[in-house]
């Protein structure tokens, strides 16, 4: 695996580094941390405070590349990354405050949106990564962040909940949400929702993971944090989706922006596949009274 670290050399940037040393080592990760300066009188305390970033990896037994760009940060990442295959890509946040739609810097934002690897965002300070959570979705094409975040968990020992959220539906729809907050019968059904976390969840067992699928009804983003707060987790994985057409960069939902702003845990933002079109809604009901 190949890690991107990049680092403006800021503190937000140490807690990069300090995640990146809880995986590194585990997953064997050829790493290189990346260092823009923006102006010429940055360069000297930026290549200061990379030495002693990377000092800091080696102590825990990780050796990194360096690198020193000059000039604007985002176009700088997307050259690097486009340059270099990398498998992820490591970033800080720093917090900005709770007013707009970007509670953290926002070319935290535009980082994730512009690159092509998956981007983990070191928020809070983590002495270890055992408990990871997937924000589902229920649907087939987070299965490739699925499976990423599978690789990691197996490589560090950690167990993943695959969370899916409901909506609450009509009062005329109580038996079929007693069916579906039953997990066993679930996953046992041919309903679309209970074959995708059926799959998601065998993808896991076969990585070696330990495995269970959450499922909660209400708001999402208020639902996500519940589950967060009960399960004492160490890192949140949701996804973003490729747009359509010509251009390259990733969607951003609400629910991503949303965890990212709240969130006192690493966030990984791993890249989904392209959705598969929907089911009739005949279809998604039948679903559930079948048997697989």
């Known amino acids: 695996m190949k890690i991107l670290i990049c680092s403006d050399g800021t503190s937000s940037a140490q807690t990069a580094i300090d ?6 080592g585990p997953v064997t990760a050829e790493t290189t941390l990346l260092g823009i300066a923006e102006r010429s009188e940055d360069e000297q305390p930026l290549c200061e405070a990379l030495q002693t970033q990377a000092q800091s990896l080696r102590q825990r037994g990780v050796s990194p590349d360096i690198i020193v ?22 970033i800080g946040a720093r917090w ?34 055992k408990r990871f959570v997937v924000c589902t979705g229920g649907k087939e094409f987070i299965e490739q ?48 929702l209970g074959t995708n976390l059926r799959r998601q969840k065998r993808e896991l067992d076969r990585l070696g993971v330990s495995a269970e699928v959450h499922l909660r009804h209400g708001i ?19 996804g973003t989706s490729k747009a359509r057409g010509m251009l390259r960069h990733y969607i951003m939902g609400d ?9 006192n845990v690493p966030v990984l933002v791993a890249r989904a596949g392209p959705p598969k079109p929907a089911r009739t809604l005949w279809k998604a009901v039948k679903g559930l009274f079948a048997k697989p």
């Open 19 to 24: 995640l990146v040393a809880l995986l590194a």
């Open 69 to 90: 760009r000059f000039g604007e940060p985002i176009l700088q990442i997307v050259q690097q990354t486009s340059k270099s295959k990398y498998d992820l890509v490591v």
């Open 96 to 129: 900005t405050g709770a007013v707009g739609q970007y509670w953290r810097s926002k070319r935290t934002y535009e980082v994730i949106k512009a690159i092509q690897p998956p981007v983990l965002v070191a928020i809070g300070e983590r002495k270890e990564l």
């Open 145 to 192: 962040a699925v499976k990423f975040t599978g690789k990691l968990a197996a490589a560090v020992g950690a167990s993943v909940t695959l969370l899916h959220v409901m909506a609450e539906p009509p009062a005329m729809f109580a038996d079929l949400v007693r069916m579906e907050e039953n997990v066993d019968q679930l996953l046992q059904s041919n309903s679309e």
């Open 220 to 238: 999402v983003i208020d639902q996500v944090f519940e589950e967060v707060r009960a399960g004492n987790y160490d890192l949140i994985v949701t």
């Open 255 to 263: 629910l991503t922006r949303d965890i990212l702003n709240r969130a």
